[in-house]
C-alpha cells in the first residue's frame, strides 16, 4: 500500500474512490457533494459514521472534530466499508491546514492499521485490492508545512503503524509456531535487517551464570527451554539511553496453579509485552531517533510437569533478594524481575517494563487501557500524554505504602503475590520495584498492558486480537524526547 502527498486540488486527482469527513452537523463544506442523498440517508455526520455511495464512488464518514484520533477512526471506518470492494485506489482531502501534520499521520494511520490482516491460518487469503492512497494539499498553508514536511509525516507513520502490526503478529501467532526459540531467530532476523542493531540470545546457560533464579524456575517445566533476548540500537552520539524490558511469556498455563481451560484460551497473548518491546526497536531504528534504544525480552513457556516450580518455594532472583511462592500464575513479574535487575545494570536514563500483567489492571481501567505505574509524576505524565497523542488509552494507577506491606512474606523478603484480592494491579508494580535500583526508582515504569494487549471483539481501528499495545505511545513518547532535545539545542 502506497501514500501519495500531492498540491493537486482534490477535484483533479485520478482515483478510484473518494473518502469525505464530515463534521458533525455541518453538512456544507465545498468537498460534500451529495447533500441531498445525504439528507435521504438521514446522514448527520456523527462520529464513526458511514455513507457509503458504491454508485457514486464516494464514502463519507462522520466525525465530531478533526482531533487526530477522530481522523483515525474515519478512516478506519471509511476503508472498512469499502473491504470488499475492487477499488484500487482511495483520494482524500487532508483537512484543516493548522493540523496538516498532525492530520496526514492521522490518515495514514488509521488506514494502516486498520487493512492488518491476521490470516496465517486461513485457507482462504484475505485479497487486499486498495494499492495506493492519494492526500490533497488542497488548503495547506505554506508557513505551516511543506510538501516535503508532508512527506515525511507519511514516512513516520507508515513505520509506527508497521511496528505496531509486527507486534500484532507475534502475539497472534500460536504458541508451537511462536516459541522462546523461535521468538529469539525472530528477534535475530529483525536485527539483521536494521542499521545500528545488535542482537543477543541467551540460553539456559546465561540465565545460570547471570543468577537468575526465579526466570529459571518459571521455565524449567517446558519442553521449550527459554531465551533470554537483547537487543540494542546505538547510533551514534546517541543522547540518552533508554531501556525497555518486555513480559515474554510464549504461553502460559498456570502452571501448577493450573488456569481454567477458559481463560488458556488467548494466553499466547502473554508474549505482549515482549512483542512490544521488539517491535519499539525496530520502530525507533526505523525512525532513526537519537537515543539508544535496548529491548530486552524474558521469552519462556509457564507450563505443567514433574519439575514445576511449585507454591510454597523460595527462589533466589538475580539482585539475591528471595520470593515466596505462593501462585505459580503470577510468573511473569518473577521473569520480569531478574529482567529488570539486568537492565538496570545497563544505567539507563529511562526504564520501561511492559507486560500484560494483571487481570486485576482490566478490572481496574478497562479492556481498552493500559495502567501506568512509577515513582515520577513527570514521567507518568509524559507517558499518558504520549498516548493520547498515538490514539492509545493510558492512565495512571498510584502507589501508597499500606498496599506495600500486603506482598511481604514470613519465609522470604516478598511473597509474589498480595495477601489482598484488591488492587493487585499495584502490588504487582510494587513487587517488581523490588528489582529496580535505588538510583532508577524515579527514572522506572511499568505499564501493564493486561487490558489492551488481546481483545476479543473489533475495537476502533483495532481488530479482534492482538492491538499491538504499548507500541506506539512508545515511539511517540521517543519522538517527543527527540522534539524536546531539537527545542533545548535551538534555545541554546
Known sequence: MEF???????QDIEADCEFILVVEGNLKHKWIKDLEVLETLSFEGKSEEVAYLPHLHRVYIGVSSFDRDEIRLALAVGYRAITKSKYKSIKIGSYLHNKLPTNIKAIVEGIKLQSYTFDRYKSEKIDKTIKTITISLEDYNEKQITLESAQKSIKEAIIICDATNEAKEVVNTVPDDMTPKILAKRAQDIANKLDDVECFIGDEEFLKDQKMGAFLAVSRASIHKPRFIHLTYKPKDAKAKFVFVGKGLTYDSGGLSLKPSEHMVSMKADKGGGAAVLSILKGAA???????????????????????????????????????????DAEGRLVLADCLCYAGELEPDY??????????????????????????SDLKHQIIKAASKSGELAGSLPFNRY?????????????????????????AAMFLDNFVDEKLKDKWLHLDIAGPAYVSKNWGYNQVGASGAGVRMCLYWLKMCEHKLLISKKAS
Open 351 to 376: 526504564l520501561i517494563d511492559i507486560a500484560t500483567l494483571t487481570g486485576a489492571c482490566v478490572v481496574a481501567v478497562g479492556e481498552y487501557t493500559t495502567g501506568v505505574m512509577g515513582h515520577s
Open 286 to 328: 526505523e525512525l532513526k531517533v537519537p537515543f539508544e534504544i535496548h529491548a530486552i525480552i524474558g521469552a519462556c513457556e509457564n507450563m505443567i510437569g514433574g519439575d514445576a516450580f511449585k507454591p510454597d518455594d523460595v527462589l533466589v532472583a538475580k539482585n539475591g533478594k528471595t520470593i515466596e511462592v505462593r501462585n505459580t
Open 4 to 10: 501519495i502527498v500531492t498540491e493537486e486540488k482534490l
Open 403 to 427: 498496599l506495600r506491606k500486603t506482598i511481604k512474606s514470613e519465609v522470604a523478603d516478598m511473597s509474589n503475590i498480595s495477601s489482598t484480592r484488591y488492587g493487585g494491579a499495584i502490588t
